[in-house]
């Protein structure tokens, strides 16, 4: 149904902008805008080509939302990243930090059937490296129960459980300071008015980014 890697890219990032937005309304073209650092006119634009393929539903005031089909190329492009993600570490030796683009371009690329095969190969996984669930083939995921670190209280001993949509190079500092996936660690203070978080990892403390510690799911 879709032969456009831009069509596909935006259906990804809408449902990605869906699943972190925490308002009753859809997602802003501003918000996608800023996610593809490029103007609102040209995100209007393709807007309109997703809603003429009855892919989105696109209401002013209101926002973007995914429709059925739309939701459904989301969530298959999504599989097959986070599936490539995990390939490219547990087989081939990759760090977490070199997936994303990696996965970025071969996930236009493969077919559902080797997708599927490479599933198969790494036991059906249901967590991508970065914790973050794996639609099945038919698109369902494993409902995680987690807590942003950012709205965790000083003193709470906590387990990273996922590190969700961040940039190699955030990454890359998550993973010098041991903040991974399976790593424990312990809020030591929090500064009021959403400014940094001061972390204990393995021993060592670390001064956290409010908006990073957000995205950083624990229990």
């Not at 995680?144 to 969700?164: H, K, P, S």
Request: charged content about 30%.
């Amino acid at each position: 149904m879709m032969a456009s890697k831009a069509l596909e890219d935006y259906l990804k990032i809408i449902y990605k902008l869906e699943e972190a937005n925490e308002t009753d309304k859809g997602v802003s073209t501003s918000a996608i805008a800023e996610r593809l650092a490029i103007s609102q006119a040209s995100v209007s634009n393709m807007l309109k080509k997703l809603a003429d393929k009855e892919l989105i539903r696109y209401e002013p005031y209101y926002g973007v939302s995914l429709s059925g089909a739309g939701r459904k190329v989301a969530l298959s492009m999504i599989r097959k990243h986070r599936i490539l993600e995990l390939f490219l570490v547990e087989r081939l030796g990759y760090q977490w930090d070199e997936v994303d683009e990696e996965a970025e371009v071969l996930e236009h690329a493969i077919s559902d059937k080797l997708t599927n095969r490479m599933w198969e190969e790494l036991g059906r996984p249901t967590e991508d490296p970065h914790g973050s669930p794996i639609p099945d083939e038919s698109g369902e995921m494993v409902e995680q129960t987690a807590t942003r670190l950012a709205d965790c209280e000083a003193g709470t001993n906590l387990e990273v459980v996922r590190i969700q949509n961040r940039s190699p190079e955030e990454l890359r500092y998550l993973f010098s300071i041991g903040l991974v996936k399976g790593a424990k660690v312990r809020i030591q203070q929090k500064a009021p008015f959403n400014g940094p978080i001061s972390i204990d990892v393995a021993g060592a403390q670390h001064p956290l980014d409010y908006r990073l510690a957000e995205s950083i799911f624990v229990a």
